[in-house]
């Protein structure tokens, strides 16, 4: 396979990290207890389904796998 760079500039890291405090901000995995439906929002919100016991779980807390 082509060799893959390794190692990133300050500034892409930077940059990179930057990337993620958004990712981080704008993606909230919704859960609704009462339907079960699920979806992403950048702010908890209620279910289309109308009910507000929705549980809200910012996608950095998933572990990995
Ligand atoms: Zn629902």
């Given at each position: 396979m082509s060799d893959i760079p390794r190692q990133f500039t300050p500034a892409e890291l930077d940059e990179w990290q930057r990337h993620l405090d958004e990712a981080n901000r704008n993606n909230i995995l919704c859960h609704c207890r009462q339907c079960d439906y699920e979806w992403i929002a950048s702010t908890p919100e209620p279910c289309i389904c109308g009910s507000k016991d929705v549980?809200?779980?910012?996608?950095w807390q998933f572990p990995d796998g």
């Amino acid at each position: 396979m082509s060799d893959i760079p390794r190692q990133f500039t300050p500034a892409e890291l930077d940059e990179w990290q930057r990337h993620l405090d958004e990712a981080n901000r704008n993606n909230i995995l919704c859960h609704c207890r009462q339907c079960d439906y699920e979806w992403i929002a950048s702010t908890p919100e209620p279910c289309i389904c109308g009910s507000k016991d929705v549980e809200s779980i910012a996608c950095w807390q998933f572990p990995d796998g």
